[in-house]
């Protein structure tokens, strides 16, 4: 009976030990990423039941002590779920801000600087004319208003198209990092279903699987689906990225301009519904094409309009005749629109007159000033400035509304994180109650273990010596 | 509630960086004195804004005209009137002339003074504004009267300078020398010949066509007069247009000083208070009170 009861105390002794044990481990993780505090469940062991012929009044079950029945992680699934059903509209969106945020920069309105203003120098430039069609120097002046605003367009135009091959790297990048992400699930899968088949918990394998799903729900639209033998499975459009300890790379392709993410050694597009990937595609394919046409629709209208009137035009030194068809714009085969250079090398060329040999006729200045107010762009419904105008506040729109969304996403992704915090963080607080708490039961388990050592101690070396 | 030292830690860095995001917003109003930095501030503010500015640059445009066209309609008039001074002591001359007690030496010494008034009247018929002759028409490098000839011939074209003074609107702005200095010109040379053929009544036979032509300068002058009003409309009104455009814009996209700096002032007040406040909540825990 003295020796169960160096049992129950020693039982008591390791059991204390290893909730001390958890106590140190969340502390020690109270800063890591994702990870859930542990709580040991402490059970009481199996009593002894005292053999008897018959159930005298003698007490019947004997404690045995303590038994460490699991260590559990404090972690609600629910949240889990929402918070990466969240963040995939959060990615999303997050994407979308960052890409209009440089968007708005190429645009750089309202500024002295933008388009909108180069525009109205331009117009201003074939009035001066009008007003002196003789003079050199507001001809010379117009060539350089009308150079300022066309490389303008064009460096617009270049900038777009550059952020349109960033977001093929961006895409990339994240694809592969999809891939590891991907990669590193399957090996944790198959870690925790090895762990657990040996009934253990392997708790912080799980958080860190977790963790990884967490990131992962940023990029994309992938749902998650848990097996009973403990591993996870992660689809993308029915199709599995991770099947428990089996993973399946993704690719980006690029062809004919158009971007797209592709099973990796097959031709089948992956559907990624959300996330960040979905928004660079969008902002890929979608977004920033249209922007770049409707530049060029901008520099086609002016070439057009322009060189329509100009061509009917005769220059300073033009002779008796018909006109001599002279653009004012063109359009390099690259797409940059450019000034004529005869007439960047003799503003004498350019056509303000509508008869040869009037150094005073304007006629043509001024009918190229007033296509300011024409309705030449959208079919007839808008001025090229109206158009542009109009191209800024839509570029505008789609940035408040991507920030729009990203904050209310934000904020949704916060609160849902919070209450999943409540349930899962270390608080330093409770681990110290905890750790003097086991501490304690730890004392007082050894000063036990000492009562028992003294009580064999007395039958050992002090019985039976009566007298002696 | 469960709250732990991370999720305050969090939240106050969460509190400080939005803090921190709306005082460097409102910090950026007042600097740039502008309420509207990016397209998103406010998208339809920004189309408004453009659309003000570019019409300010209009109206900028169409005043300029309307100052250039005023001085080369007032330059016009004037040299009109020195025109109309010359033909008005033409006709003196040529009455002086038809008066038949004159001898001929009176004659040719009156003739002599129209031969100078003719001259005098075709040099101000070339006056040239900035190296543009202003009664040559279009033909505005080339000098309009040939003095080497007598008459001096007219060498321009009757075309209209026109200028833009409002979207769609356009003004002549000069007089061509066919219609208001050649009459003159052609009536002194006609008047000169009959004094230098010493004949009274031919003499004054001229002084009707020197009427006539008269009257033409004078319908010229009065013209430039219309126009000359017309414009100073035009720039009244575009004066008007253009300071409430610019009232237009600065309501759509200037700073309201006043409001920003007190949002700054409370955004300043907000983000010390979280500091302190942080600062005090993060510090504690459990362990400070063990031993």
């Known amino acids: 009976m003295v020796f169960r009861a160096l049992e129950t105390a020693f039982r008591g002794l390791m059991a204390q030990q290893r909730a001390v044990d958890t106590a140190n481990h969340n502390i020690a993780n109270a800063n890591t990423p994702g990870f859930a505090r542990q709580r040991v469940s402490l059970v009481p062991s199996m009593p002894y039941t005292v053999p008897a012929f018959n159930r005298s009044g003698l007490a019947g079950q004997v404690g045995t002590g303590v038994l460490v029945a699991s260590i559990t992680r404090v972690r609600e699934s629910v949240f889990d779920l929402q918070y990466r059903v969240q963040s995939q509209a959060l990615g999303e969106a997050s994407t979308l801000v960052d890409a209009y945020a440089q968007i708005e920069a190429v645009f750089n309105e309202p500024t002295e600087a933008g388009l909108g203003t180069l525009l109205d120098r331009f117009w201003r430039a074939w009035q001066a004319v009008g007003n002196q069609p003789e003079d050199l120097a507001a001809r010379a002046a117009l060539v350089q208003d009308a150079t300022t605003l066309a490389t303008n367009l064009n460096r617009m135009r270049r900038q777009l198209t550059e952020l349109q091959t960033d977001t093929v790297t961006k895409l990339t990048l994240q694809v592969s990092e999809v891939n590891s992400i991907a990669e590193r699930l399957a090996s944790l899968n198959q870690q925790i279903v090895a762990a657990l088949a040996t009934g253990q918990t392997p708790n912080d394998l799980m958080d860190q699987r977790d963790l990884l799903l967490d990131k992962l729900a940023r990029f994309t639209g992938a749902t998650i689906r848990p097996l009973p033998n403990g591993a996870v499975n992660i689809y993308l459009g029915g199709y599995p990225l991770v099947d428990q300890d089996q993973w399946f790379p993704l690719s980006v392709q690029v062809s004919g301009g158009t971007a797209s993410v592709l099973w990796q050694g097959t031709t089948s597009p992956v559907a990624l519904e959300r996330g960040s990937l979905q928004a660079l595609l969008h902002l890929h394919n979608a977004v920033l094409p249209r922007l770049v046409q409707k530049l060029e629709d901008i520099r086609d209208a002016l070439a057009r309009e322009v060189n329509t009137l100009h061509m009917t035009g005769y220059g300073l030194s033009d002779l008796p005749g018909p006109p001599p068809g002279r653009s004012f714009f063109q359009v390099t085969a690259g797409g940059e629109l450019e000034v004529e250079p005869s007439l960047v090398a003799d503003p004498q060329l350019i056509a303000a007159a509508d008869a040869p040999g009037e150094p005073g006729n304007n006629a043509i200045a001024r009918q190229i000033a007033e296509l300011r107010s024409q309705l030449v762009l959208n079919s007839g419904t808008a001025t090229i400035n109206d158009f542009y105008n109009t191209l800024v506040a839509e570029v505008g729109g789609a940035s408040q509304t991507a920030q729009v969304t990203r904050d209310n996403q934000r904020a949704l992704v916060e609160a849902i994180d919070r209450q999943r915090q409540e349930i899962m963080a270390v608080s330093l607080d409770e681990e110290m109650a905890n750790l003097i708490k086991y501490q304690q039961a730890y004392g007082a388990a050894a000063r036990a273990i000492t009562a028992v050592d003294e009580m064999l101690d007395r039958i050992i070396n002090g019985m039976g010596l009566v007298g002696r | ?291």
């Open chain 2, 1 to 291: 509630m469960r709250v732990t030292h991370g999720m305050l830690v969090d939240t106050l860095l969460k509190n400080l960086s939005g803090n921190l995001a709306r005082m460097e917003r409102v910090y950026q109003q007042i600097t740039s004195a502008r309420r509207i930095s990016r397209p998103s501030d406010d998208p339809v503010g920004t189309a408004t804004l453009l659309r003000l500015g570019s019409a300010a640059q209009e109206i900028e445009q169409y005043l300029a005209n309307v100052e250039q066209a005023r001085t080369w309609l007032d330059l016009t008039d004037q040299a009109l009137t020195t025109i109309g001074q010359s033909l008005q002591r033409a006709r003196e001359l040529v009455v002086q002339a038809a008066n038949d007690t004159l001898s001929a030496d009176d004659r040719q010494a009156i003739w002599q003074e129209l031969t100078a008034l003719q001259e005098q009247i075709a040099t101000t018929g070339n006056y040239a504004h900035a190296g543009r002759y202003l009664f040559a028409g279009s033909l505005t490098q080339t000098e309009p009267f040939n003095r080497s000839t007598d008459p001096p011939t007219y060498r321009g074209n009757s075309d209209q300078l026109q200028r833009l003074i409002d979207r769609g609107v356009t003004i002549d702005i000069n007089v061509t020398g066919d219609t208001a200095i050649v009459p003159v010109l052609t009536a002194i040379k006609q008047a000169r010949d009959a004094v230098a053929a010493n004949d009274p009544v031919a003499i004054r036979s001229q002084l009707a066509a020197i009427d006539a032509a008269h009257t033409q300068l004078l319908a010229a002058q009065a013209s430039v007069g219309a126009r000359v009003n017309r414009l100073e409309a035009q720039r009244d009104r575009l004066l008007d247009a253009h300071t409430s455009t610019l009232r237009l814009a600065s309501e759509a996209g200037d700073t309201d000083m006043a409001e920003a700096i007190t949002r700054f002032s409370k955004e300043e007040l907000t983000y010390r208070a979280a500091l302190q406040a942080g600062a005090r909540a993060i510090q504690p825990t459990l362990l400070d009170y063990l031993r």
